[in-house]
Antibody, heavy 123, light 111 residues
Framework: QITLKESGPTLVKPTQTLTLTCTFS??????????VGWIRQPPGKALEWLAL???????RYSPSLKSRLTITMDTSKNQVVLRMTNMDPVDTATYYC???????????????WGQGTLVPVSS | QSVLTQPPSVSGAPGQRVTISCTGS?????????VHWYQQLPGSAPKLLIY???NRPSGVPDRFSGSRSGASASLAITGLQAEDEADYYC???????????FGGGTQLTIL
């Protein structure tokens, strides 16, 4: 059974760096084809893809946010970490991590999602 | 504003059929990139509903179906039920944006 859970701060101040951790079970990031992505959703708004890391440490980022994002993995802990620098109130959103469906091609689909964590950005 | 355009809202009575469109362009769906669909119930995380244009994950009722033609895709829901009331999102890839993209979402209301 695949599960994912996001954890991070309950409040972030403008200009600070956000660090989110996705702790997962039921799969391994050492298995060929596996990937974990991050997607966010501002309150009342649409989903936005942020980043994706693959089993071979290949990393993909949203071009509009690439300069602010870093995604890493710790296979021994079954965790994926997303860092976003220079946070702004417009970054207030629920942040989700999700498992890339095996067999996804160029367009990854996400078949298991965490519950999400709301990150308010405010002074 | 998303590069994939969805109607903000659709509605239908129980038992009826509705379709949700996802209109893209030559840099995404029109280039042959796959489309996936997600259902997001109120207060919940999204759930994969359709992958690779037409495929249903295990457990998704066959009342849900997807299609793709040209630069657009559609999600059809037949035999509407109260539990289908949710937001629906399409997702694809955009070569000019060089990343995965989501549609703006469609809110389905059951009358």
């Amino acid at each position: 059974q695949i599960t994912l859970k996001e954890s991070g701060p309950t409040l972030v101040k403008p200009t600070q760096t956000l660090t989110l951790t996705c702790t997962f079970s039921g799969f391994s990031l050492t298995t060929t084809g596996v990937g974990v992505g991050w997607i966010r959703q501002p309150p009342g708004k649409a989903l936005e893809w942020l980043a994706l890391i693959y089993w071979d440490d290949d990393k993909r980022y949203s071009p509009s946010l690439k300069s602010r994002l870093t995604i890493t993995m710790d296979t021994s802990k079954n965790q994926v970490v997303l860092r976003m620098t220079n946070m702004d109130p417009v970054d207030t959103a629920t942040y989700y991590c999700a498992h890339r469906r095996l067999g996804s091609g160029v367009v990854p689909s996400f078949d298991y999602w965490g519950q999400g964590t709301l990150v308010p950005v405010s002074s | 504003q998303s590069v994939l355009t969805q109607p903000p809202s659709v509605s239908g009575a129980p038992g009826q059929r509705v379709t949700i469109s996802c209109t893209g362009s030559s840099s995404n769906i029109g280039s042959g990139y796959d489309v996936h669909w997600y259902q997001q119930l109120p207060g919940s995380a999204p759930k994969l509903l359709i992958y690779t244009n037409t495929n249903r994950p295990s457990g998704v009722p066959d009342r849900f179906s997807g299609s793709r033609s040209g630069a657009s895709a559609s999600l059809a829901i037949t035999g509407l039920q109260a539990e289908d009331e949710a937001d629906y999102y399409c997702q694809s890839y955009d070569s000019s944006m060089r990343g995965a993209v989501f549609g703006g979402g469609t809110q389905l209301t059951i009358l």
